[in-house]
């Protein structure tokens, strides 16, 4: 059974930092390919950031610059740094593993910026 489990989110004040995390179970972790993204209210699921099994990543262009996701194969887990948080990037992010047809997904965790 594979889970996706993120951790990390929560209250913060605009130009603060939050490190999201993503532990994973259940498949082969560095053969996938992971991702973060964020659904805010009213809005469709958009992507984040994406770095695949050989440890290259993309980013949407309104955090290039300012996030940046890692992973540790070791730990099987997949992570996203937050910096100079603005109050647009308030959202439920979520994890994404994908390895060829198959993606699952974690439940979300929230993330506001707010002063």
């Known amino acids: 059974q594979v889970q996706l489990v993120e951790s990390g989110g929560g209250l913060v004040q605009p130009g603060g930092s939050l490190r999201l995390s993503c532990a994973a179970s259940?498949?082969?972790?560095?053969?996938?390919?992971m991702s973060w993204f964020r659904q805010a209210p009213g809005e469709q699921r958009e992507l984040v950031a994406r770095?695949?099994?050989?440890?290259?990543?993309n980013y949407v262009d309104s955090v290039k610059g300012r996030f940046t996701i890692s992973r540790d194969n070791a730990k099987n887990t997949v992570y996203l740094q937050m910096n100079s948080l603005k109050p647009e990037d308030t959202a439920v992010y979520y994890c994404?593993?994908?390895?060829?047809?198959?993606?699952?997904w974690g439940q979300g965790t929230q993330v506001t910026v707010s002063s």
């Open positions: 770095i695949n099994s050989s440890g290259s990543t």
């Open positions: 259940g498949l082969f972790f560095r053969l996938n390919a």
């Open positions: 994404n593993s994908e390895r060829g047809p198959r993606r699952y």
